[in-house]
């Protein structure tokens, strides 16, 4: 029994011994893990509220679409999510309702803006070749041929052959470039799908220049 209460004796002492030299940094550890869980907790809540406030902007945006508001009523509240809530999903493609209400409005620059806000800011490829496919068009109608040229000369998505290489030859044709823009038409002619009504558009472009070659 007393060998036992001895060994037992050294085990507290060792224990001992142990928490003078650790126990502190033991401590601090706890402490910090307690503070990381109880962060995170903290942060995936702001973060949960944050999308839901953004969610909430986007829907009043939409309405605001849909009601036919003025374009004032849309841009702001298209702002309120690209400078609130930029990082979110939403903020993109409220960037991208509010430049289609405000081509739609005559509002070049406005469009141009929020086009290139989202380009700047998209983070799924897909939504940047919409945003710059959609910013060359207003850069064309403007008769910024080079600019838009530029634009459409970034790399893509395959999807988006057809459509790009059909803008691009709407800026070379209007900047007089036919040659380059017969071939730009012929390019988005290969991509396109053969049965689309799109494609016909193409084609009546090219036959135009085709017989003002003529």
Known sequence: MS?????EQEKIEGLKSWWAANGTTMLFAIAVFAATVAGNRLWNHYKAEQAQQAADL???LQQQVEKGSE???I???AHLLTEGFPGSGYAVRAALIAARAAGQAGNDQVARDMLQWALDHAEEPEIKDMARLRLASVLVDESKYDQALKLLDAQHAASFTGLYADLRGDALAAAGKTDEARAAYQKALDSLNAQGAYRDVVQMKLD???EQRQ
């Open 58 to 60: 986007y829907a009043v």
């Open 3 to 7: 060998a036992y209460n001895f060994e």
């Open 208 to 210: 135009v220049l085709r």
């Open 71 to 73: 374009l004032v009523k």
């Open 75 to 77: 841009t702001d509240a």
